[in-house]
């Protein structure tokens, strides 16, 4: 499903170089990237999903080597394929839930479902949030409709970053639950970055990541 082999990468020619290891996950599979700050989690991430290309190495999903993508035909490959949970939620606060919901369909250029939407959001709990807008939402709630938000268009991969660092423990062990289900239920691999050592009992299927700079 997706398969990153001798992956290195450098943010400017004077900064250091950022070597990772090698990893895949296979469709349907999970994968934990474990780390302290400042090991590169979520630049790997941002170059498992083309935001960012390695100096080396190469990246394939699917069996479509991203180097090999350009312009908008890798927006639109990263649009088809890949649901991002970012750190932050980034909702246009303007629009209430369900229209976020909709962004990812519209950059697509395919009808919004807005029947299974309602039903994602109501498997989340948060159906009665769907006319609110972000900010009348909780922490908790936002993750769940970023959650939402990143399966809608039932992605192969789902890409979550830190989607508990602000969480207690039972917010924690919820959210991730659903997370899971929901990438079971739509047969989406999972790959989560985090420094939470919480998570860590959860996956069997992890990696830690090292600052590897050089």
Sequence with gaps: MIACNDIAFQYHTDSPVLSFPNLDCSKGGKLLLLG???CGKTTLLHLMCGLLRPRQG????????LAALKGKDLDRFRGEHFGIIFQQSHFIQSLSVLENLAIPHFLLGQSFP???ALELLESLGISHKAQAKP???SVGEQQRASIARALIHQPSIVLADEPTSALDDDSTAAVISLLEEQCAFAGASLIVVTHDQRLKSRNNNRVELKPSAS
């Design 58 to 65: 190469k990246i394939e999903v699917q069996g479509q080597d």
């Design 36 to 38: 302290n700050s400042g």
């Design 135 to 137: 900010q009348a939402l």
């Design 114 to 116: 807005k029947t299974k």
